[in-house]
């Protein structure tokens, strides 16, 4: 603690230091400014160009979608009015609200939003889903649009409500029909809550964002990321500080109101601290810690080898090695679609081998595994990444594996990702990974599950069945059916050992206490937020 404290008042003095290099004032515009620092730098300017989760933050500050997902994980109308659904299930009609514009003052029009929708689903992985199906989109009025499908496809809804990258955000017809997406768009003109300040953007310094006098909310209470998307503040700004303990000073000294990604080091002075809370996530806003298994080289082609990574689950070791408090992280979790979640499930659960370093040991024994060098790709540069792969390291050692580790920065490690060649010959055998509960959460985004069987994601492994059960859930309209068929590919991928699941967290922001209404969504989002008072 002695050490934490030092290294925080030598980062509170480096940021009053060089607080004037990347801020305005504080005074003048303390209460209508909220400043936040992300977990990455602001580059890409177009949400449909890229799956950065900087660009999605600036996504929902900019534009607005059609539907949007409640807390509970139900999509509810945003942009839209209503929608129906023919009996056969095969034609979709919407209906945009009235009054809603753009930021350059100009109607939003169902023109506006198919034209979207058809640059977004060229490049979005359950967008494509759904363009495949489909028959014809069109436009039928000044605020109505149709889709009709060729083949039963059960997701429209949910694919126009996608909470994460890519967002299938709506933007002017002029703009969206006329940009490949995989080109970032000229101009930002969004019908969100904020417009962005080109003019004023500093890249890797500071975005600005100025409420937008066009929008208009919806009268429902937020819930989620539905509901009224109410601008309180008149300006957000988004700066850049590179230094994390750095950020947390600024913090502190109420330099700055919102920091992305908390030090876990510093959790527990932030914790004391009556000026700043530390929020824990649940469900669907939780982080997923898990490693990436090579089913195509040995030792991992053979499922009995993977079966006793299984036993080493050992969640309680990883979380320590992050030095989580015990309300961060959840016990006894091992949903492949996240627990807490509306495909979250325990159904295979009572295939796993027991948890522990003498099970794993018996595993391996049993199953023929003979000593085959195992390398572990690992990003250092990513703290909770590097943490767990050296506790992973650890304890594959002692279970009997011969195991190495190779270090990288993550581009490099994620480029090396996609070598198919053995060990011997520099490939690798396991990838430590976090990915967001937003791309786990369902069959379709799921990276080990979405990508059975295919090239799409680096690990390779393939059960037919399972690509069968994800053409039924495609198909599928009804969600308690939907439900038990996740459950049955759950049961598989488990059996199968698609990827190793190591813990589930609340990877936490952290803010200035004075703040209320900060949506608890695991992401960034600057609507509904004031200041108490």
Not at 52 to 71: E, G, K, P
Not at 129 to 143: H, I, L, P, Q, W
Request: charged share 20%; with cysteine; proline share 5%.
């Amino acid at each position: 603690m002695k050490i934490k404290r030092v290294l925080t008042s030598l980062a509170l003095a480096s940021s009053l230091a060089i607080s004037t290099l990347w801020m305005s004032p504080v005074t003048a515009q303390a209460e209508s400014t909220i400043r936040a620092v992300l977990t990455a730098k602001l580059g890409v300017l177009d949400p449909i160009a890229t799956t950065s989760y900087a660009t999605r933050t600036f996504a929902y500050l900019v534009y607005d979608t059609l539907v949007s997902m409640d807390s509970k994980g139900n999509f509810k109308p945003q942009m839209l009015e209503s929608w129906s659904v023919s009996d056969d299930g095969m034609t979709y009609k919407f209906e945009l609200r009235d009054g809603l514009k753009f930021s350059d003052g100009t109607a939003v029009t169902a023109e506006d939003c198919v034209a979207s929708l058809r640059r977004w689903w060229q490049r979005d992985s359950l967008g494509k889903r759904m363009k495949a199906k489909s028959k014809d989109f069109k436009v039928t009025g000044e605020k109505t649009f149709e889709l009709e499908l060729a083949a039963p496809f059960g997701h429209v809804i949910s694919a126009l409500g996608k909470p994460s990258s890519n967002v299938p955000v709506i933007m002017p017809a002029r703009i969206a029909s006329v940009t490949d997406p995989k080109d970032s768009v000229a101009e930002n003109i969004g019908s969100g809550p904020y417009i962005f300040d080109f003019e004023g953007w500093s890249p890797g310094k500071v975005a600005v964002f100025h409420k937008n006098p066009h929008y208009l909310p919806r009268s429902e209470p937020a819930d989620g990321l539905a509901g009224g998307k109410v601008a309180h503040f008149d300006k957000v700004e988004i700066v850049t500080i590179p230094d994390s303990a750095t950020q947390i000073a600024a913090l502190q000294a109420g330099e700055i109101d919102y920091v992305q990604s908390t030090p876990y080091d510093f959790i527990e002075i932030l914790d004391a601290n009556p000026d700043v809370t530390v929020p824990r996530f649940k469900g669907i806003g939780m982080t997923l810690l898990a490693a990436v298994v090579n089913h195509l080289t040995p030792p991992f082609d053979n499922k009995e080898v993977r079966r006793s990574l299984q036993a080493l689950a050992m969640t309680e070791q990883y979380m320590a090695g992050l030095g989580l408090p015990d309300d961060m992280w959840l016990k006894d979790c091992y949903s492949f679609f996240m627990c807490g979640t509306t495909y979250g499930n325990n159904a295979g659960v009572d295939q796993l081998p027991e948890v522990g370093i003498e099970s794993a040991k018996k595993i391996l024994k049993e199953s023929g595994y003979k000593g085959e060098l195992v390398r572990i790709l690992l990003a250092s540069s990513v703290n909770d990444i590097n943490h767990n792969g050296l506790v992973l390291e650890g304890l594959m050692k002692q279970a009997g594996f011969n195991v190495e580790v190779q270090a990288a920065d993550w581009p490099t490690v994620a480029k090396a990702r996609w070598s198919k060649k053995p060990v011997s010959e520099g490939g690798w055998s396991l990838l430590p990974i976090t990915w967001s509960g937003y791309d786990m959460a369902s069959p379709f985004t799921n990276y080990r599950i979405a990508n059975n069987c295919t090239d799409g994601y680096a690990g390779w492994a393939c059960v037919e069945e399972i690509t069968t059960l994800i053409d039924q859930f495609e198909a599928e309209s009804d969600l308690e059916k939907r439900k038990k068929i996740a459950e049955k590919i759950q049961v598989l991928a488990i059996d199968n050992v698609q990827f190793m699941i190591m813990g589930q967290y609340s990877r936490s922001s952290s803010h200035r206490a004075d703040l209320e209404g900060l949506l608890d969504v695991g992401m960034p989002i600057f609507w509904n937020v004031k200041r108490k008072g």
